[in-house]
């Protein structure tokens, strides 16, 4: 399985984004598609996922904010980002994890066998 994100880039605080992961190699609805963000110098943060069976979750400093989606058709995981902060500045990864993970660890980086490879979203104040 190949993930590819894009749609990072500048934005002013209290602005939108939506990036995109296409998936290659397999069918996006057959696994927990998630997208985790690292900022420089801080851990790597859960951000949302998709569940195979259509559940979301999102980690609480986005919640209300943020949406995670998914197009079959097109095998693309999205991530519409509102109402930016400059601490949402970081980069973000999508992931893709076996959909036998119970929702209580979809949340858990390790919980993931496949990765992207990081789409810088910057946000100005």
């Known amino acids: 399985v190949q993930l590819q994100a894009s749609g990072g880039g500048l934005v002013q605080a209290g602005g939108s984004l939506r990036l995109s992961c296409v998936v290659s190699?397999?069918?996006?609805?057959?696994?927990?598609m998630a997208w985790f963000r690292r900022a420089p110098g801080k851990e790597r943060e859960f951000v949302a996922v998709k569940r195979f069976n259509g559940q979301s979750y999102y980690g609480d400093s986005v919640k209300g904010r943020f949406t995670i989606s998914r197009d079959n058709a097109k095998n693309t995981l999205y991530l519409q980002m509102n109402e930016v902060k400059p601490e949402d500045t970081s980069v973000y990864y999508c992931?893709?994890?076996?959909?036998?993970?119970?929702?209580?660890?979809?949340?858990?980086?390790?919980?993931?066998?496949?990765w992207g490879q990081g789409t810088q979203v910057t946000v100005s104040s």
């Open positions: 992931a893709a994890g076996t959909k036998t993970t119970i929702s209580a660890y979809v949340s858990s980086s390790d919980r993931y066998e496949f």
């Open positions: 190699g397999d069918t996006l609805n057959m696994y927990n």
